[in-house]
């Protein structure tokens, strides 16, 4: 990663909103939330990714639904 990139990463990023619709609750057969759909490294991590990350898993959210 350079520094150009990261910063081209603040100039056109927009902030990524969490997916949390305030139902959250754990199936345990998938791992997955039943509100948001992501796993527990996913939700406990949201704060700190990257606008990249973020993108990413919310990405993969709509392959899992």
Known sequence: ???E???REIVTSKAV???CINVCQ????????LGCSRTLDEIA???????ARKREILAQ?????
């Open 1 to 3: 990663v350079t520094r």
């Open 5 to 7: 990139s990261l910063a």
């Open 17 to 19: 909103a969490s997916p």
């Open 26 to 33: 754990m199936n345990p057969k998938t791992g997955l939330c």
């Open 45 to 51: 991590g949201w704060l700190d990714f990257s606008d």
């Open 61 to 65: 959210i709509e392959k899992r639904s």
